[in-house]
Each structure stands twice: as structure tokens, then as C-alpha cells.
């Protein structure tokens, strides 16, 4: 998918890798970016930062753990700009305990916003690309949708759910002749603060500014899977090829994830 003269969509783009998504669309070319963020004071900064790079920007306050939300601000989008060519799933929360520590609410709304929001915001826009047989979707889950780990039981839950949706929605319009791509990217820990505290012994922590351009390369071409850094697709072909208790050795023993998350803080 070339950005060139294209509208852009990201949500949870007022931040991390979502406002560098967001820049670096501009640089590419892209003739409307439109940012949905549930900051209101980070959009406006976002907007007049990012005023000078040639494309025309449109901010609009968007809390996607709200339903109501997200089809007010897709219907305004669509008045406003009409279809969105590239769909940037990406905002995203975690809450890093053990799994008895959550509450009800917490499990709610991490499947919510990490999850079903990217379902409802992708039905929302699909339909526009449907129409004229072009468009690309990319959807910003994590390595937790691949792997499991410790203090991660429900952010990989919500991560896995997405998984399975992102390439499943892939396969279907592949089905049906559609000339829309889905990119379904799956990233270790990222260095952003999300994940402060997180301690890796031997896969290293993602930098924004390089994880956000080999996304936005990786939606160019059109790429149906993308999992940063390479090594995990070999602990990915280690899961369906060792016994269970092998793998959780080499998981803890060799690779350590699953002590990463014993000092998390988060933001």
C-alpha cells in the first residue's frame, strides 16, 4: 500500500508508536492523517506538531473502550474525509499483575480496548474498502499473542483473541478477491514506558523509532505477519515441537521471558 495521497487512520496516535506511525505517514506522503486519542490536550499538541508536514490533519477525542464512541467518530470520519485507505489498529492498556490480582473491571476493560475495539473500529471502516476493492489494515498486537507469560494472563488473552480475528479477517478477504491487505504485527516489549520495569535476559527491547518504520514498511508491502525480533518465530516453532515441559525450561532458563514481568511499573 503506497501513502501517497491516502487517508490515515490511527488509533492511539497521540503517543509511542502510534504518533511515530503517525509522522512518519506524513512523510510518506499521506494526504489526510486523522488521529483518534482519548487525550484531548496530547491530540492538540499532536495536531500542531505535525501541522507543518504537508498532509491535513483531523483529531477527534475517541475513547474506544466505548462502543457509542467509536461508531459517533467513524460516522464523522466518513463525513468528513469519506474512506479511509490505511487503518492503523494500535491503542492499547495493560495491566501487569497475576491473573487472581485483576478485577472484574480490569479484565473487562483490557478485552475491551485490546481486543473487541479493534473489531469495531475495523468493521467500521472495512465496509468503505469493501466498496472501492482497496485498502490496508494493520493491526498492533504484541508477541504476547504468540507466547504465553506470567503477569500477562489477561493482556495475552486480549492479544491472542486479536490475533486470531486480524488473520482470520486476512484469509477472508483473500476468499472473496478483496484488494484489501491485513498486517497482523506482533512485537516483543517496546520501549516506550508501557512497559516499564520490564526486564529482558536475552531477546532485546524494541526502540520506537526502528519497530515503527519496519510497521510501516511492513503494511507498504503488504506483509501478512510481522513478529519483532526475529527469534520469535523460532521460539514460535519451538512451542509446537517441544514437550511442554522442555519449552517452559528453555522459556525461563534460556530466553527468560517468563521472569520479564516481575518488576513491571508500567506508566
Known amino acids: ?56 490533519i483531523l483529531v477527534y477525542i475517541t475513547d474506544v473502550f466505548n462502543l457509542d464512541d467509536i461508531k459517533i467518530n467513524a460516522q464523522k470520519v466518513r463525513t468528513d474525509v469519506g474512506k479511509v485507505d490505511v487503518l492503523i489498529n494500535n491503542a492499547g492498556i495493560v495491566v501487569g499483575k497475576y491473573f487472581h490480582e485483576h478485577t472484574h473491571d480490569q479484565i473487562h476493560k483490557s478485552m475491551l480496548i485490546n481486543s473487541n475495539a479493534f473489531m469495531h473500529v475495523g468493521l467500521e471502516f472495512l465496509s468503505g474498502m469493501m466498496a472501492e476493492n482497496s485498502g490496508a489494515i494493520c493491526n498492533i498486537t504484541s508477541s504476547a499473542g504468540l507466547i504465553s507469560n506470567p503477569k500477562m494472563s489477561v493482556y495475552a488473552a486480549s492479544k491472542w483473541a486479536v490475533v486470531g480475528w486480524s488473520d482470520s479477517l486476512r484469509l477472508e478477504m483473500e476468499q472473496l478477491g478483496k484488494n484489501i491487505s491485513v498486517t497482523t504485527i506482533m512485537p516483543f516489549y517496546i520501549n516506550t514506558g508501557m512497559f516499564d520495569g520490564v526486564k529482558s535476559k536475552l531477546l532485546p527491547i524494541l526502540e520506537p523509532e526502528p519497530t515503527s ?3 510501516i514498511k511492513a503494511i507498504e508491502s503488504k506483509t501478512k505477519m510481522l513478529a519483532m525480533p526475529l527469534p520469535y518465530w523460532f521460539i514460535r516453532l519451538s512451542q509446537g515441537i517441544l514437550p511442554i515441559p522442555i519449552f517452559d525450561w528453555v522459556m525461563k532458563n534460556v530466553f527468560g521471558v517468563y521472569d520479564t514481568m516481575k518488576d513491571f511499573r508500567g506508566r
Open 213 to 215: 518504520e519496519r510497521i
Open 1 to 56: 500500500m503506497d501513502f501517497r495521497n491516502k487517508t490515515v487512520l490511527i488509533t492511539g496516535g497521540c503517543s509511542g508508536i502510534g504518533k511515530i506511525m503517525a509522522r512518519k505517514s506524513l512523510e510518506r506522503g499521506a494526504r489526510k492523517l486523522v488521529i483518534w486519542d482519548i487525550n484531548e490536550d496530547a491530540l492538540a499538541k499532536t495536531k500542531e506538531e505535525f501541522s507543518g508536514m504537508g498532509g491535513e
